[in-house]
């Protein structure tokens, strides 16, 4: 995210499992994340602490 726009997603995350997520200015993003977490296809922190996952799109590819 992008914190001088305030605009960002922060994952709890606890024994290598994502559990929760707060944002802000994030709408689209926190969204489709708890579409993502509903559905059990939300990435290991890993992926997420390499800065590549796009939320949105993640949900788009699971959607076709």
Known sequence: GDLEE?????FYVENDEVLAVA???????????AELMEEGEIPDP???RSGEFEPVEKLKGLRG
């Not at 305030?6 to 922060?10: G, H, S, V, W, Y």
């Not at 944002?23 to 994340?33: Q, R, T, W, Y």
């Open 46 to 48: 890993e992926q997420i």
């Open 6 to 10: 305030k605009k960002f997603l922060a």
């Open 23 to 33: 944002g802000s200015n994030s709408n689209l993003d926190m969204a489709a994340v």
